[in-house]
């Protein structure tokens, strides 16, 4: 007689929604930091690399998308912490925009004139940094997160 065992294998998306998290994020900030290159070079060649105690604009594009990756798990824990439903693309877009709006409001307006100004950086901005073509920046990075985010998402 034979018998047979029915095996049930458990699947952690954990994993995986973090990778898509480092791979949107990163995909995001390439975008963003392709606009940089063209409308704040000074802010990738000088500012972000001073922030670690660094010079010139592959220091900083390097910080700039290894930021991006951070930014962009942190974007995937939030998505899944609060369990919202990426599956509409509109909805996708919208969240990513909205994040990519925080984040300029908190750490673009807020903390980086702060670190800049503790680190002595020569290129320390006002606080608080309200600066439009950063926040367009950002919302690029959000909507490329937003739109790349949920196609990475299992994949990965």
Known sequence: M????ATTRLESTTTASWRA?????????VV????????????????IPSMYGL??????????VAHGAILG????????????DLDGSSR???????????????????VMPVWLGAVGSPANPPLPNVNVTSLVGHVV???????SYPALDGVL
Do not use: C, K, N
């Open 32 to 47: 963003m930091g392709a606009m940089m290159v063209v409308q704040m070079r000074p802010v990738l060649e000088v500012a």
């Open 92 to 110: 996708s877009l919208g969240a990513g925009v909205a994040y990519g709006v925080v984040l300029w409001a908190v750490l673009a307006v807020l």
């Open 73 to 84: 798990v942190a974007f995937a824990g939030l998505v899944s912490a609060l369990d919202f």
């Open 55 to 64: 010079m010139g604009g592959a220091a900083g594009f390097t910080i700039h």
């Open 21 to 29: 998290g480092v791979a949107a994020g990163s995909l995001a900030a």
């Open 141 to 147: 990075y959000g909507a490329v997160l937003g739109a």
């Open 2 to 5: 034979a018998s047979e065992t």
